[in-house]
């Protein structure tokens, strides 16, 4: 392995440095180039084409930001050892790394009970064991653990390097400016006092903006209604999929996917039989979409339209109101079964309903503290005429509907 580092040459931030062999060693893993073939959001392709970019393309600007916001810190005295930024890079690398293909898609429905964070500690785990205690310090950092607060923070919070990056590079490869944000201006005044991180009192505004991004983002790009609905079309696929698996039916899958196909796994299971992680290591994106190709003609006729769906683009209408659409529910399920020949039994694969929200900030997370002059510190809320009001820390609940079309 080179000691001289890389430079990885990125559209959103340009050229990117990985001076740390330790770093280099990492992006090296086949575990960690697995996220080149997994989008970093999923469907979203289907309503912005730009949106291909992937979960390494992610992984590597956060961890881009974080050596910037390490530098700012540093450059204002604050004590940070070589091994401390070293792990806080670590992390950040790695913090989506338990990503299954489509991302979010996988959690409702092939591994359902174990979320993406769970299986990202696991394989971290498991790199720490191959590279003799390597990641230490950056497991304490990740799992929050570690005696410097703040360090977590940048990896994990209402204002982490995770979300400055999704928010600017998916505003870029969507082409929707709403989420482009003033991530240098906040880097620049980002300070720590107490162990805890914050934002000096003259970087209020562009932290509202990058509050006010990421809610506009949610409505406008991730909660979409038609990718909204294109995801739901996703997890029903593979419910059903599971479903026809576990009732003994043969399916075409590729050998990562038939082990999650025909096994109904646990967290235990993950945590007690590491071949169940190696396997789902090995899933990304094209193991999903090629079985869907294939089950297309698949003799199950629910299994099959329900493919066919998602590769000619035909989705799932949706209706999202903050109103009861349980009347639009009834009428859609009747049409569904009348003029759609589907039957009782499977219509709910095609006309169901549910909720979704959006919480732009939330004073009982992990609060977003200004430093203020005075020597007080106070959380962004709670500023005089501060735009992160009731109204935006409020979470917005929206019902829908997805039916398809008569």
Partial sequence: MSTKGKIINDPVYGFLRFPEPELLQI??????????????????????PGATHTRLHHSLGACHLMERALDELKAKDILIS??????????ILLHDIGHGPYSHSLEHSLVDGISHETISHLIMQKLNVEYSGMLDKAIDV????????????????????????YLNRDSFYS?????????DRILKMLTVKDNELMVEEKGIHSVEKFIIARRLMYWQVYLHKTVLGA???LINILKRAKELAQNGEELFATPALRHFLYRQLTEKDFKEDPRHLEEFCKLDDSDIYVSIKVWQTHSDKTLSMLCKMLILRKLYKVILSS????EILVQKRSEAEKLNGIDKENVNYFVFDGTTSNSAY???????????????SKDIYEIDD???????????????????QA
């Fill in 27 to 48: 992006i090296a893993h086949p575990w960690f180039q697995r996220l080149r073939n997994i989008k970093q959001m999923g469907l979203a392709t289907l309503v912005y």
């Fill in 386 to 404: 501060s735009l992160v009001n009731q109204a935006l820390a409020r979470p917005v609940h929206k019902n829908y509907i997805c039916y398809v």
């Fill in 175 to 183: 082409g929707v400016s709403e989420g482009v944000i003033g991530y």
């Fill in 82 to 91: 070589k091994d401390e930024c070293l792990a806080a890079r670590i992390a």
């Fill in 362 to 376: 939330s004073p009982a997370d992990e609060q977003i503290l200004i430093a203020m002059k005075d020597g007080s």
């Fill in 231 to 233: 995801e739901m079309l």
């Fill in 142 to 165: 990740f799992d929050h653990s570690y005696k410097n607060k703040y360090l977590h923070q940048l990896v994990s919070s209402q204002l982490d390097v995770d979300r400055m990056d």
């Fill in 323 to 326: 109103q009861s659409l349980a």
